[in-house]
């Protein structure tokens, strides 16, 4: 029997309702539409009647038939998975993503004139110590990829060298397997070198061992073959270093795979790749799918002693794929690349955009010196594709078109360092580091109006053969460390301590790359450059400064104008007709004029996606913004704005290839919001004397008579006119929509500006204009920052929002704005500040926008795409925005224009006022449905037994049961029903269930116990809720045996005990503000959050947890960090987070210690060591892409991965990110399952999913999509209580669920039961569906989307769209109705909530110095004292994290009063000395990697070099990056230099170091920081409490502090001096440091170089100001061995002997 449930929600009628319109437009005598919503939501009436516009039902001219075909079709078995819409995207997104660790070796003094064999030794060495930077395969033996670039080994090639031609060219290739097809292409490649004059030489089979290979490898493996040509006679004019002959060979390779396709030479089958990993007479490449160790044990060259070289890149891929291609291993043909191209997309547009002119003739000299030349440096003569391969193409990898477009530059006379410049430029702007070098700042300048950054995560390490160099993104956000020995061997790696047996007496220097910057060697002469010294030279070849003073125009900010451009009533139906509601004016507007911030909001969103709703959307709500997750991080708009930029150009681009005066002339934008004053300015350029920049205006407006079949017309009117208009030399092309009077308004409706800029951008690019002209969308239909977003990524260069600013102007001018500045409710503001105060706050929210996909300049963000559209279908995609995702189809571009005029308000003069649309606040029966309304709330506390007037602050006490009603079904399953037959809003309203089998009795099913295993509540942080809410919620769940999850912000200690002490009354000494409480309750998460913020994160904390969750992204502001508002900071709450009461806490994005797929992994090994009990579980919100993204997250050792939806949260948030981030979970969720599978992962982990889960059929729909377990986010804080007043970020919540208020918690009204009874009622209603499809068990149903069906009524009820359709995109998800065994772990067969993964050989040293006698010893005791000695490499991982776990266990973070004390000698791996807590002291001799004390809580760590080291310590880099990270005790000694953010989050630990890079102290909380050397920029950026003490000895350092929070001064007061003094002491005596000695030396004339940094909340203690209060004590130190803080008495010259002791000085 098949039984299909069918009609669970009813139809609903159309809720616009018809009204008078202009004859011309609607028909006479046309019936309005009635509606109904069920009793919650009635029959719109006189506003809508006068307010709504028709367009939806009519049967006008601008009707549309909503009827959708009637198809109930199999979600996985009707379409082949291959045609299935899931992994819709360019395959770096969808399909692979990487990460790696990487590096170089290079002497060019050593052995003769090929170099050395040991160079090769060497590197292969470093290759094999950077194996856990990397991955293997589904098999877990094939490596993700691994490979070397190096010289070619002449010696090994010497059969192939003559006299005539010493150097030839050689080429490595990977050819099929099959010998008929092999053949043929040799074929095919000897004829196109014989036809480019390349006399062929041979081939050569390389030598391979085969046997060495995993079983996916080996499956995969092509052939490997060598061939070798000589250099064309006609090239006897080419130059010493041969680059003509380089060349011709880049050339030719390029013409290889056009020939075999025309002769039809391609497979699609496990033997058809064909791929030149190399061809040059300078360098080759060795690399595939093996593990490290494995390379010289495949390729026999390796080990072969003729193999020499000057040198090497090696490097070792990290991959999301466990199937990955042999070409995707890296290095690729010039660059080796560590991290992630955030803007591939648009990079890639924009370079096709240069090369589509097809006109050049197909018959090309790739020969010759000069016509090469030519080629190589003009843009159209780049996409030929019957001449060259495309150079880039979206179904590469990012580092395969990165490396693409590099060596096509190098080859232009590019010089490498001078292309990576170019393309990967550094934070330039106010740069103090650069300030002597102007040279190099218009370089970046010239460079930058001409090419887009490509811009992400990356270290990338290069070589053309002629220098080898290295060079880091703008951010800094990968580690990369260099040694330069005495005999000129230069080492550079990902990590240090990867060359094994380097002697530290031969190292002369060391150092690492900061942000933006670069090192070279060159091959030649073997100098090694620095960072300013490379770049000054590559800088110097031109004269930029010269050419931007006599070529660029710039438009400064000008003022705005303050004339009204319409009256009111003219600006309000202008307002109307583009979409405005009056909550944009009374939110959005308001704000931003107002404070120049975007609206803050709560409680995620809850209102029906766009093309779902009942309401017309401006276009851009259909579309999603792309966020950063796990592969590459987001970055800090707020903190770390210095390396942004909005700055954007119009005007004519020049080649990339070839730099010219040319290249200066164009107009420069420092902001892409332009007034009105600028618009004019810019048209003043069109005149000759003022650079001849031509200008021209298009209107995107048309008649109404047209009709909705009017806006094709339109669309293709508006790209031919602009066409014609670039041929005729326009360089400014404005899009507008401006109607200059109220019968322009009443007589044409206009093209969406989204839609507008996208035709026309993408029109321009096929026609090979777009690098031709700049953009400027004039519109009224821009006013938020998600509009902005939208306009730039799909091609505009600007924006003129001429109704935006006259909205503020309109809003500025209301007396009630004016009297509420009179009464300071509204910052007082001129007119001219209003208008100001909103470019500033959309200006802020593009950066954020920006940020959060990890992009830094907004010209990189231009014409990228990032976005997702959900609702929008094929038609409107392939013509306006092609590229973009759209899985579920959607909106015609007729019913976009039907939706358009819906929004016009009526042409009467009684129609004065905007719609209040309600899409934020919900307006009762008049506005958008909101899932969450209060009749929801009241019906679901009616079930659950609660009444919200009952509480501490009323009777509670006096009443039976603590006023908690009996649970009712019937009122339940009235809750149920308004739910199932309320208006549509998820995408999985559409779908039904569609059984296999007959149902069965419910008492066959798994009981309601078992069930609610699989139920956890959100993540919702105690500080978002109250003391009362954030533990009934833990007690509610833990009843149930579900899984409670703390949310970021720690939890208090006394909840890690069970509650053993509640009298009858159900009360609680240990709890007295909770009601209902039971004996044997607990109150402790079962789920511990570590988030960005690291807000709580103490050892005690992490062990425990029964699992820990690294929040990744959040579903309400994915790729921002979390906030809570100052008001709800209080006392205890700051105690919990090591912060200060009511100040605001911003957590950083998560970006700090996981800035990559393998730093991630580095985060999952450090909670695996300290807490091996306890799963890991990631968290991530829906996004297109997140299917590989869990792929890379499982093989990192995740054991459970969480899917948020994008509709999330309940904390404050920007609205913008509420609204239109992230996308629905069932996309997500699915994506992520079938990913999961295909690549043989899904065993290794549990999928749990949230957001905006609240029946049993969402569980039952979620679970077939493929979720094991459930979160209960806002649907849980109602049933507490919650009342959705939507003012959680305000701290007023009237019934104290979110306010940290007294007066306010007392109302609270919620007690575990009525928790338990909805969480009872949700379980019962999914083992009542489970009957009714015939299933006993629940873990039967999973991952089964073959029950799913799209349902032909609920298609049918979509108001706006009839191309919905859900079929092709569930499609892809796999058949698991017979295989079941992904539901087991892969590891052990056990259940996988039974089963954990365990760290591997990287945590062999934490467990053998956890498993010492002495040191077990000291534990078990709590007495004693242990010394213990080790030696520690780079691959020895979270060193100490075990040890301190197994402290924390038995003694908690303060309770252990024994010393253990651990001495390392060598080469620490990341995390060395990760939560160390008081009692513990590690000692490292050598140096150590990133993190070290990450979450150090107290203790001590020191880090010392060699006693013999060559190098000077202060001035040599000891320790990596995010060291300290969320630190919250302990003390701190490094006698060397930091790397970029140290003592990030750092909120009590003492620290000490030589030197630091850029971002010190960022959102430092508590502690103190000494840094006896210099520092990068933007210290003390978000730092709320501590103080910082910095050396300055060349009068550097105030330039490289950020002041926005932060003051500076000298040090003034005597407890000042004597809290540095003491600390600089003891680190002398810790370290022997020789700068802590001189310092000391000449106290009194060294005194004067320290400046103190410090912030409002320490201003007023001893430190800083001198104070009237006797002060007794000063802090000195962190923490003495008894977990004591260590003070010292103030006036005294020196410690007691008992406070030495006490000190451990």
Not at 298 to 318: A, E, N, W
Not at 403 to 428: I, K, N, W
Not at 1519 to 1544: K, M, P, Q, S
């Amino acid at each position: 029997m098949r039984l299909v449930l069918s009609g669970l929600r009813a139809p609903t009628a159309l809720v616009f309702l018809s009204a008078t319109v202009v004859s011309a437009f609607v028909p006479a005598g046309n019936q309005a539409l009635s509606s109904h919503r069920s009793s919650s939501f009635t029959a719109v009436e006189s506003q809508q009647q006068q307010q709504q516009n028709s367009g939806f039902g009519q049967t006008s001219s601008w009707s549309t038939d909503y009827c959708n075909s009637h198809s109930r079709l199999s979600m996985s078995t009707t379409t082949k998975q291959s045609e299935s819409t899931m992994f819709d995207g360019p395959m770096a997104l969808t399909k692979e993503r990487d990460a790696c660790g990487v590096g170089f070796i290079a002497n060019t003094q050593s052995g003769e004139e090929f170099g050395t064999h040991k160079v090769l030794q060497e590197g292969l060495s470093a290759l094999g110590c950077m194996e856990h930077r990397g991955a293997c395969g589904g098999d877990g033996v094939s490596g993700d990829g691994a490979g070397v670039m190096t010289q070619i080994p002449w010696k090994l090639f010497k059969d192939y060298k003559s006299e005539s031609c010493p150097q030839p060219g050689v080429g490595q290739i990977f050819l099929p397997r099959d010998q008929e097809r092999r053949d043929a292409i040799k074929e095919v490649i000897e004829n196109v070198c014989k036809a480019n004059e390349l006399e062929f030489i041979g081939w050569r089979e390389v030598p391979v061992d085969t046997a060495v290979l995993g079983p996916l490898a080996r499956a995969a493996a092509p052939s490997i073959w060598q061939f070798f040509v000589k250099s064309p006679e006609r090239l006897n004019n080419d130059d010493d270093a041969r680059d003509g002959f380089e060349r011709t060979l880049y050339l030719v390779r390029r013409r290889f795979d056009v020939e075999r396709k025309k002769l039809g030479l391609v497979w699609d089958d496990d033997d058809g790749e064909v791929y030149v990993a190399s061809f040059s007479s300078r360098t080759i490449v060795y690399k595939g799918m093996v593990q490290s160790c494995v390379l010289p044990e495949f390729y026999k060259d390796l080990k072969d002693p003729d193999y020499t070289t000057k040198f090497v890149i090696y490097h070792r891929r990290f991959s999301t794929n466990t199937s990955p291609r042999w070409p995707l291993a890296q290095p690729m043909r010039v660059v080796g690349h560590n991290g992630e191209i955030n803007t591939l997309l648009g990079n890639v547009n924009w370079i096709k955009a240069r090369e589509a002119s097809k006109g050049k003739s197909d018959d090309m000299d790739l020969v010759d010196f000069d016509n090469t030349d030519n080629i190589v440096t003009m843009c159209n003569t780049q996409d030929i594709p019957a001449v060259l391969e495309p150079l880039v193409d979206l179904s590469r990898s990012d580092s395969a078109n990165l490396d693409g477009v590099f060596e096509l530059m190098c080859q232009s006379r590019h010089r490498a360092p001078c292309a990576l410049m170019a393309l990967v430029p550094t934070a330039y702007e106010n740069e103090p580091s650069l300030k002597n070098n102007p040279e190099i700042v218009d370089f970046y300048k010239f460079h930058g109006g001409l090419l887009e950054a490509w811009d992400g995560p990356a270290l990338l390490v290069f070589s053309d053969g002629k220098s080898i160099g290295a060079s880091l993104d703008r951010n800094g956000l990968r580690p990369a460390r260099f040694s330069i020995k005495k005999d000129g061997t230069v080492y550079m790696m990902s990590e240090t301590g990867v060359i094994p047996n380097l002697d530290e007496a031969d190292i002369v220097q060391k150092g690492r790359l900061g942000p933006g910057q670069m090192i070279n060697v060159d091959l030649v002469t073997g100098e090694f450059k620095d960072n300013i010294k490379i770049k000054s030279e590559i800088a110097s070849r031109h004269p930029y400064g010269e050419w931007i003073t006599n070529q660029r125009k710039d438009i400064e900010p000008l003022e705005f104008p303050t004339t009204r451009l319409y009256d009111d009533v003219t600006a309000t139906f202008a307002q109307g007709s583009f979409g405005w509601g009056l909550e944009d004016i009374g939110m959005q507007i308001s704000d931003m004029a107002g404070s120049a911030k975007e609206t803050t909001y709560s409680m995620g969103d809850d209102a029906p996606i766009a093309v779902l709703s009942e309401r017309p959307h401006p276009l851009y709500s259909y579309f999603k913004q792309r966020f950063a997750q796990v592969t590459n991080p987001p970055i800090d708009p707020l903190r770390e704005g210095v390396v942004m930029s909005l700055g954007m150009t119009l005007g004519k681009k020049e080649s990339i290839y070839k730099v010219s005066e040319k290249g200066a002339r164009l107009i420069h934008l420092k902001s892409p919001v332009l007034n009105a004053a600028e618009m004019e300015h810019i048209a003043d350029f069109a005149k000759p004397e003022n650079g001849g920049f031509k200008q021209t205006t298009l209107s995107t407006r048309y008649d109404l008579t047209a009709g909705p079949a009017g806006i094709k017309t339109s669309i293709d009117e508006l790209c031919n006119k602009a066409v014609e208009e670039v041929r005729a030399g326009a360089e400014v092309l404005v899009l507008s929509d401006f109607a200059a009077d109220q019968a322009t308004l009443d007589a044409t409706t206009y093209v969406s500006p989204l839609l507008a800029v996208g035709a026309v951008h993408h029109r321009l690019i096929e026609e090979g204009l777009r690098m031709d002209v700049g953009i400027i969308a004039e519109t009224g239909a821009a006013w938020s920052t998600h509009h902005f977003a939208c306009l730039v990524g799909y091609g505009a260069n600007a924006v003129h929002p001429y109704l935006a600013l006259e909205t503020v102007r309109q809003w500025h001018g209301l007396p009630r704005t004016q009297s509420m500045m009179a009464a300071g409710k509204l910052i007082e503001t001129s007119l001219e500040e209003a208008q100001q105060n909103y470019r500033v706050a959309i200006e802020n929210g593009l950066l954020k926008i920006l940020s959060k996909m990890g992009i830094s300049l907004l010209t990189s963000y231009s014409g990228a795409q990032i976005f997702e559209a959900v609702g929008i279908g094929s038609e409107v995609i392939d013509r306006c925005f092609k590229g973009t995702t759209s899985r579920v189809g959607g909106m015609s571009l007729e019913e976009i224009a039907s939706e358009t005029v819906t929004m016009r308000p009526e042409a009467s003069a009684a129609m004065k006022k905007l719609i209040n649309y309600g899409y934020y606040k919900p307006v009762p029966k008049l506005g958008e449905y909101h899932i969450n309304s209060s009749d929801l709330t009241k019906l679901l506390h009616k079930a659950i037994g609660l009444n919200k007037s009952v509480s501490a602050a009323t009777n509670r006490d006096e009443l039976e049961n603590d006023g908690v009603n009996p649970a009712n079904a019937a009122d339940y399953e009235i809750f149920r029903k308004s739910m199932e037959t309320a208006p549509l809003a998820n995408l999985r309203d559409l779908l039904d269930f569609k059984s296999d089998r007959p149902s069965i009795p419910i008492d066959e099913v798994e009981p309601i116990a078992e069930i609610m295993k699989r139920f956890c509540t959100g993540a919702m942080s105690l500080g978002a809720l109250s003391r009362e809410a954030h533990e009934t919620l833990a007690i509610a769940i833990n009843r149930v045996g579900g899984k409670s999850n703390s949310g970021e912000g720690g939890e208090d200690t006394i909840r890690g005990k069970p509650i053993n002490d509640v009298d009858e009354k159900g009360r609680s000494p240990t709890f007295p503000h909770l009601a209902g409480l039971k004996n044997g309750d607990s109150a402790n998460s079962y789920i511990h959050q570590v988030a960005s913020g690291r807000f709580g994160v103490t050892p005690e904390f992490l062990v425990t947890a029964k699992q820990l969750e690294i929040k990744m992204a959040q579903g309400a502001k994915p790729g921002e960090g979390g906030q809570l508002p100052g008001p709800k900071i209080s006392e205890y709450i700051a105690g919990l987070r090591a912060s200060k009461p009511g100040v605001t806490l911003i957590s950083p994005p998560p970006h700090h210690d996981i800035y990559s797929i393998e730093d991630l992994a580095q985060l999952i090994h450090d909670l695996h060591a300290v807490n091996e009990k306890a799963g890991v579980s990631v968290k991530l919100v829906s996004s297109i892409g997140i299917g590989t993204v869990a792929c890379g997250v499982a093989k990192a050792n995740a054991d459970v991965i969480q899917i948020s939806g994008g509709d999330g949260g309940t904390g404050a948030s920007p609205l913008s990110s509420i609204k239109h981030a992230g996308c629905p979970w069932e996309l997500g969720l699915t994506e992520a399952h079938s990913a999961l599978l295909n690549n043989g992962l899904r065993d290794r982990v549990t999928l749990r999913v949230d957001g905006g889960i609240r029946t049993g059929r969402d569980i039952m729909i979620a679970s077939m999509m493929g979720a094991e377990e459930y979160g209960f986010g806002t649907i849980a804080m109602i049933a507490e209580g919650c009342v959705m007043a939507r003012v959680c970020h305000l701290n007023t919540c009237p019934v104290g669920v979110t306010s940290q208020k007294e007066e306010l918690r007392k109302k609270f009204p919620g007690t575990p039961e009525h928790v338990v009874n909805f969480f009872y009622f949700v379980a019962e209603e999914t083992r009542n569906l489970m009957a009714h499809l015939g299933y006993s068990k629940f873990e039967d149903l999973i991952g089964r989307t073959d029950l799913l069906v799209e349902s032909d009524g609920q298609k049918d009820r979509i108001v706006k769209s009839k191309g919905m359709n859900l079929e092709p995109f569930f499609a892809g998800a796999p058949n698991t109705k017979d295989d079941r065994s992904f539901l087991l772990s892969n590891e052990n067969q056990l259940p996988k909530k039974d089963a954990v993964h365990v760290n591997g050989f990287s945590s062999d040293l934490d467990r053998k110095v956890s498993s010492h006698p002495a040191v077990k010893k000291v534990i078990e005791s709590n007495e004693g004292e242990a010394a213990v000695d080790f030696v520690i490499n780079n691959t020895d991982r979270s060193t100490g994290a075990m040890l301190s776990g197994d402290i924390a266990r038995v003694h908690g973070n303060r309770g252990f009063r024994g010393t253990i004390n651990l001495e390392f000698r060598g080469s620490a791996g990341q995390s060395f000395g990760a939560f160390v807590l008081p009692g513990l002291n590690l000692r490292l001799v050598g140096e150590a990697n990133d993190y070290v004390g990450k979450g150090m809580h107290g203790g001590e760590i020191v880090v010392v070099p060699e006693a013999d080291a060559g190098f000077v310590a202060a001035d040599s880099s000891i320790i990596g990056n995010a060291c300290l990270y969320g630190a919250t005790g302990g003390d701190f000694h490094a006698n060397g230099r930091a790397g970029e953010r140290f003592c990030v989050r750092n909120s009590g630990s003492f620290a000490v170091v030589e030197g630091a890079g850029d971002h010190c102290c960022e959102y430092m909380t508590g502690g103190v920081v000494v840094v006896l050397g210099s520092v990068g920029r933007n210290v003390g950026a978000g730092m709320t409490g501590g103080i910082g003490y910095f050396y300055d000895a060349d009068n550097s350092f105030e330039e490289q502090v950020n002041g926005e929070i932060v003051k500076v001064q000298r040090v003034v007061t005597p407890e000042g001096e004597a809290q540095l003094k003491n600390i600089v002491e003891r680190h002398f005596e810790k370290t022997g440091s020789e700068r802590a000695e001189e310092i000391l030396n000449n106290w009194d004339q060294e005194l004067g170089k320290f400046w103190q940094v410090y912030p409002p909340s320490e201003a007023n203690t001893s430190v800083v100001k001198e104070v009237d209060v006797l002060i007794d004590q000063l802090r000195v130190s962190a923490s003495a061995p008894d977990g004591d803080m260590c003070f010292l008495p103030v006036g005294g010259e020196e410690l007691s002997e008992d406070q030495t002791a006490r000190c451990a000085d």
